[in-house]
């Protein structure tokens, strides 16, 4: 094959990233990559420039993982039994965890499948005893920063029926309509690969019948955990296609997963490695107009939920899929809900 782009040069420096895809795989990898190379450029993204953004996943995260692992956690006590730690891993999304000592642990998105024996590690050096006694695990959705690792758990992981199609698919804008099918394809082969995604062949799919609705978000499932009850929305299919929002009436904890990102708690450096799907797709959603609403819509119901907790007394913990674990201030604007604490594997 002659490639313009991916010369033997370059793929030869990609060779251990690249390593999990087979020769045919590769091929059609490489296939791909050429021709997204051609789409972006006349949109502003220089062929050398994207071929380190390619590059760049395989990097960030091969540097940050085993001895120079790090993460910023919050721990918040939810009640006498439970407690609540929401992780920022060094890229991707958070690994939330709901440690409810002798009934176990519910994770809410696993990070990355190349994170997941440093999560571990980690849970154990925080006093959390790793991932054994874990009884319940969650993806959101279909990215690999959020469901890449399920595959290492003995239970199967709950998923939306369309989340399991786009893993099946292989691209993340299945079940969406947009004309960045070859982007989209690209780049999801790409982030999968590099980090490692291991997700099982069988799932628990959760429903899809609308048995409620919280604004324009309808609420298809309910999940119970540890005297917990988690109302599952679905969202609007602004980021991905069946992507779960989580709320949990009681505690006042709203899962907005990527519909809606804190990015000005991001440290930089997650926030450029966060950029990197939109210097390569264009745009991290699917539809940018259907995540505008979702945004607005998520904005206007937070506030109005923390209303209502505040007459008990209680504050809206907001989880977003990236960044701190906040509460809206008096200004309404979200602030980290508790300090962070650096964790570093060494
Ligand atoms: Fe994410
Ligand atoms: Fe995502």
């Known amino acids: ?9 370059f793929m030869a420096k990609m060779a251990l990233y690249l390593s999990p895809l087979n020769k045919k795989e590769l091929h059609e990898y490489v296939k791909e990559g050429e021709e997204a190379i051609k789409i972006r ?12 953004l390619v590059k760049g996943i395989g990097d960030y995260l091969g540097a940050n993982t085993g001895k120079n692992f790090t993460s910023d956690y919050q ?5 006498s039994n439970i407690t609540f730690y929401s992780f920022q891993l060094p890229g991707g999304g958070n690994l939330n965890i709901f440690d409810a000592g002798e009934d176990g642990k519910m994770v809410l998105d696993t990070g990355y499948g190349c994170f997941y024996q440093d999560c571990d590690k980690m849970l154990e050096k925080v006093g959390v005893d790793g991932f054994f006694d874990t009884r319940v695990v969650i993806c959101t959705h279909a990215d690999a920063d959020h469901c ?17 199609a786009i893993l099946d698919a292989g691209t993340r804008n299945y079940g969406s309509v947009n004309d960045l099918d070859l982007l989209e394809k690209f780049y999801t082969t790409s982030i999968n690969t590099m980090s490692r995604m291991n997700v099982p062949d069988k799932v628990i799919e959760c429903g899809t019948e609308p048995i409620g609705m919280r604004g324009l978000f309808p609420i298809i499932e309910k999940i119970s955990f540890a005297g917990m009850e988690f109302e599952v929305w679905e969202s609007l299919g602004g980021h991905i296609a069946g992507q ?8 006042g904890m709203l899962f907005t997963s990527d519909a809606f990102i804190n990015f000005a708690t991001l ?11 939109d ?3 264009g745009s991290v959603n699917v539809d940018s107009e259907i995540a ?41 604007k979200l602030v980290p809900a508790t300090e962070l604490i650096h964790y570093s594997a060494e």
Do not use: N
């Open 1 to 9: 094959m002659t490639t313009e782009y991916f010369t033997r040069e």
């Open 41 to 52: 450029e006349p949109q502003g993204i220089a062929p050398e420039d994207y071929l380190a």
């Open 75 to 79: 721990k918040i006590p939810l009640t």
């Open 148 to 164: 890449g690792a399920s595959g290492y758990f003995p239970m199967m992981p709950l998923m939306h029926p369309t989340c399991k």
């Open 244 to 251: 779960l929002l989580l709320f949990e009436p009681k505690l």
């Open 267 to 277: 440290s930089k450096e997650r926030a450029d490695y966060c950029s990197i799907a």
């Open 279 to 281: 210097s390569m797709i």
């Open 292 to 332: 505008r609403t979702e945004r607005k819509e998520l904005t206007r119901l937070a506030a109005e939920l923390d209303a209502e907790l505040k007459k008990e007394g209680k504050q809206l913990l907001i989880c977003c899929g990236h960044g701190a674990v906040s509460k809206i201030d008096e200004d309404g």
